[in-house]
């Protein structure tokens, strides 16, 4: 199994630096990185060019212009541009534990995907990893436990329940990503693009696993987004969930 570790960013630079960071200390690496960047300026490839650098993995960065909040659309592209078998997802103002992606590899089963939960930072952490210089070692971070024992016991919690996912920590075979057709690029600003991917897996036979315990992350603090267009994202949700949709049209191909 070949893994790739997909990492979603907007114009947050210092943050991505960070998150960068935490993929350095895996003690699994990925076998290829995807920055999906949805529109970022110059700062964001200069962070990315400095990674790079900094590691033997194959880095790809994967951006658009910048026309809004299309989270859904650059996911799509990067899901495109992947060639491992197993894409594991994160957001760049996510902090990861050293074991995050050997966690993953050794919980992926085919036949699902998987979500996870993460930790809030306080503003006063996030301020404190933010003053370190560029590219420091990260010091441990509280909150948390891991207990991987415990992991495969909570597998399936809330398995049938599309609602309980974070697309800050996903993880799917791509073969399921692309018979679904990825994302639904329907879904523009904030929010329920992962439930609405998330009820096509399952509508499709991909069942849901949950990985708790193992492959922490640690969430770093900012002002909230916009909930503007959550209304019209959880009507295309519930569209899915309750028609029983597999696949869209508007999503990797656009076929329509």
């Known amino acids: 199994m070949t893994t790739a570790l997909l990492i979603s960013t907007y114009n947050s630079p210092d943050f991505l630096r960070l998150c960068l960071g935490s993929v350095l200390n895996q003690s ?19 962070v ?46 996510i902090i990861l534990h050293p074991k995050f992606v050997a966690d993953h590899v050794k919980f992926a089963r085919r036949g699902s995907f998987v979500t996870g939960s993460r930790t809030l ?3 006063q952490t996030t301020a404190e990893l933010l003053a370190l210089a560029p590219w420091s070692s990260l010091p441990r971070l509280k909150g948390g436990c891991r207990l991987p024992l415990i992991t495969p016991m909570m597998a399936n919690l809330r398995s049938g329940d599309g609602m309980y996912v974070r697309g800050c920590h996903m993880a799917f075979w791509r073969d399921d990503l692309l018979a679904v057709n990825g994302y639904n690029e329907d879904i523009t600003g904030w929010g329920r693009e ?40 959880i009507a295309i949700m519930e569209r899915a969930q309750s028609g029983g949709m597999t696949r869209v049209p508007n999503g990797i191909i656009h076929e329509s």
């Open 28 to 46: 699994v690496m990925p076998n290829e990185i995807l920055i999906a960047d949805d529109g970022s300026t110059k700062q964001t490839a200069l």
């Open 121 to 123: 930072l306080s503003e």
């Open 194 to 233: 992962d439930s609405e991917i998330s009820f096509r897996l399952i509508n499709s036979g991909v069942r849901k696993r949950f990985i708790k315990f193992s492959a922490l992350e640690y969430h770093l603090h900012h002002p909230e987004a916009s909930r503007a267009m959550d209304a019209a994202n």
């Open 48 to 93: 990315v060019e400095e990674f790079s650098s900094m590691t033997s993995v194959c880095v790809k960065h994967i951006w658009h212009e910048d026309c809004g909040f299309r989270l859904a659309a650059i996911r799509n592209k990067a899901i495109a541009e992947a060639e491992a078998d197993y894409i594991i997802q994160i957001d760049g103002d």
